[in-house]
């Protein structure tokens, strides 16, 4: 309500405060936007090292859109050290749940880095998968 002004006054802070409150109980989805609140800095200091710290709880939970931002960090460096097997093994999960973006940066990913990064990746995407499912 806070976020978009739905009968109520957009206010990011009060937003990110509830967003904060959920994401901490474990809401995935508030994780996510409490990540993307740090990412750009509305409500709080932008700040990529918290940005990237919700994105990966929501993404560790199998939230796509978070493990797709969680790629991108990778890739660029933002909040956590660049790592292009992180980027492609966290794109690829999220291409894995259907999340078309992330095919798209998926292949974006592949052309920049060698095949045996895209093998491990992919490795590492297969055992991610399996511990979450023995966690269900």
């Known amino acids: 309500m806070y976020q978009n002004g739905e009968g109520l006054p957009q206010n990011y802070s009060k937003a990110v405060k509830w967003f904060r409150m959920a ?9 996510y936007s409490l990540g993307l609140k740090y990412s ?20 560790e939970q199998g939230n796509t ?5 969680l790629a991108r960090m990778y890739d660029r460096g933002n909040g956590v050290p660049q790592n292009d097997l992180s980027a492609y093994m966290w794109a690829n999960l999220a291409a894995s749940g259907g999340l078309e973006k992330a095919e ?15 093998a491990e990746a992919e490795r590492l995407s297969k055992e991610w998968v399996k511990k979450r499912a023995k966690k269900q």
């Not at 859109?65 to 931002?69: F, P």
Request: proline share 2%; glycine share 6%.
């Open 23 to 31: 994401a901490e109980q474990g809401d995935s989805n508030a994780q």
């Open 104 to 118: 798209t940066f998926s292949d974006i990913l592949r052309q920049k880095i060698t095949k045996k990064k895209i």
């Open 65 to 69: 859109a978070a493990q797709l931002s």
């Open 40 to 59: 750009v800095g509305h409500g709080v200091p932008q700040n990529y090292s918290e940005a990237a710290k919700w994105h990966r709880k929501s993404a």
